[in-house]
């Protein structure tokens, strides 16, 4: 019977060591991030006085958390989840009046960290990666009933942390995302006036409170 309890003693205390040991490796952030995109444009028809079809994404203020998991001295890898809220904009080049699409915006982005040579209390990196963005559409829109929409994107950045003190610390970071505008599955249905199907370029820096284990 002592037997039995010394060795669950053994392993029980080996388990909260290794716990422990993983948990030393690990940091969690919470803050907010500007989602800056880039408008877009299809080119006119050659030739001819058609105007150009224009799409452009509003700007707005999201809130983003990420778990950061490192191992060697300068390797990490982090995922990040970003919501937001924006409209997208979108102007057929023979009409008058534009049509607005307002969603509720989620970035899953998965990246690897490579570390750079750091100071007492400045930790500065890069960043490379990819995910996913995901466009709900909401109860505000002007045109044709829209469907959730997902579109790929490749991430890359840098950034820095500010240790605080043993465990906290300040974390400023530039995140750029290349991803394809959404069209919210209408282009096959509004007679190809909606959704330009280009790639654009979203700057996203973002401010954030880290808590290290």
Do not use: C
């Not at 983003?64 to 102007?91: C, K, M, P, Q, W």
């Not at 465990?167 to 599955?185: C, M, N, T, V």
Request: cysteine-free; charged content about 15%.
């Amino acid at each position: 019977m002592k037997l039995k309890l010394i060795l669950i003693a053994v392993l029980a205390f080996g388990s909260m060591a290794h716990a422990q040991g993983v948990l030393s490796h690990l940091s969690v952030g919470a803050g907010f991030e500007g989602i800056f995109p880039a408008a877009t444009f299809t080119k006119s028809l050659v030739n001819t006085s058609q105007l150009p079809n224009t799409q452009a994404t509003t700007n707005s203020v999201g809130a983003v958390g990420d778990v950061r998991y490192e191992f060697g001295r300068h390797s990490a890898i982090d995922l990040a989840v970003t919501v937001n809220r924006a409209s997208e904009i979108f102007f057929y080049g023979q009409s008058q009046y534009p049509t607005r699409y307002q969603s509720d915006n989620g970035e899953i982005i998965g990246t690897y960290i490579i570390r750079l040579p750091s100071k007492e209390r400045l930790s500065p990196y890069f960043l490379a990666g990819g995910g996913v963005v995901r466009f709900s559409p909401n109860n505000s829109y002007s045109g044709a009933t829209p469907s959730t929409d997902t579109k790929s994107a490749f991430a890359y950045g840098f950034g820095s942390d500010f240790k605080l003190s043993d465990h906290w610390a300040l974390r400023l970071q530039y995140r750029g995302l290349l991803r394809s505008e959404p069209d919210f599955k209408l282009i096959s249905t509004t007679n190809n006036q909606f959704g330009t199907g280009l790639k654009t370029h979203i700057p996203e820096p973002s401010l954030q409170i880290v808590y290290h284990f």
